[in-house]
Antibody, heavy 121, light 108 residues
Framework: QVQLQESGPGLVKPSGTLSLTCAVSGASISSTTYWWSWVRQPPGKGLEWIGEIYHGGNTNYNPSLKSRVTISVDKSKNHFSLRLTSVTAADTAVYYC?????????????WGQGTLVTVSS | EIVLTQSPGTLSLSPGERATLSCRAS???????LAWYQQKPGQAPRLLISGASTRATGIPDRFSGSASGTDFTLTISRLEPEDFAVYYCQQYGSSPYTFGQGTKLEIK
């Protein structure tokens, strides 16, 4: 059973850095078939794709966030992380990690439960 | 960036009725790279359909998807009470991968 679990601070100050980790169980983050993704959802709004990473370190970011985003992977811990700098209230959202199955073109087939991050002083 | 426009924004139907949800892409999207997700309040999205028409594991056969050019459709043949939720389409063929704004399916 594949499971993803986000963790990290629920409150970040404006201009600070948001850091989240996604722990993966039931699947190897080193698999050649999968990329590992982050998606966010502001309260009451729709979904926004943030970016993805392959276990080898290759990344693919949304240009709207690219200057502020870093996604990294730790194969020894079977987890991957999101770092978003210079946050503002507009970055307040539920952040989801998900698995992208490139054995089937990249569908997001497993998702974490999500974690709410609020940007506020 | 490919923009996905979903319609209607809200769909009010009764259990047992048929639901038809639309997703139109601003540019060509290969059917292989179009998915539908269901999201219930307080939950993560759940994959329903990938490749425009392939049901994910465990998804009932009352859910079906189709494609015609840049138009994609999710059909729920007979609504069950648990089907009332928000539905999103997503394209993952051209980065940045994008989602539609969602269709809320509510009980009439």
């Amino acid at each position: 059973q594949v499971q993803l679990q986000e963790s990290g601070p629920g409150l970040v100050k404006p201009s600070g850095t948001l850091s989240l980790t996604c722990a993966v169980s039931g699947a190897s983050i080193s698999s050649t078939t999968y990329w590992w993704s982050w998606v966010r959802q502001p309260p009451g709004k729709g979904l926004e794709w943030i970016g993805e990473i392959y276990h080898g370190g290759n990344t693919n970011y949304n240009p709207s966030l690219k200057s502020r985003v870093t996604i990294s992977v730790d194969k020894s811990k079977n987890h991957f992380s999101l770092r978003l700098t210079s946050v503002t209230a507009a970055d307040t959202a539920v952040y989801y990690c998900a698995r992208a199955d490139y054995g089937d073109y990249g569908k997001l087939d497993y998702w974490g439960q999500g974690t709410l991050v609020t940007v506020s002083s | 960036e490919i923009v996905l426009t979903q319609s209607p924004g809200t769909l009010s139907l009764s259990p047992g009725e048929r639901a038809t949800l639309s997703c139109r892409a601003s540019q060509s999207v290969s059917s292989s790279y179009l998915a539908w997700y269901q999201q219930k309040p307080g939950q993560a999205p759940r994959l329903l359909i990938s490749g425009a028409s392939t049901r994910a594991t465990g998804i009932p056969d009352r859910f079906s998807g189709s494609a015609s050019g840049t138009d994609f459709t999710l059909t729920i043949s007979r609504l069950e009470p648990e089907d009332f939720a928000v539905y999103y389409c997503q394209q993952y063929g051209s980065s940045p991968y994008t989602f539609g704004q969602g269709t809320k399916l509510e009980i009439k």
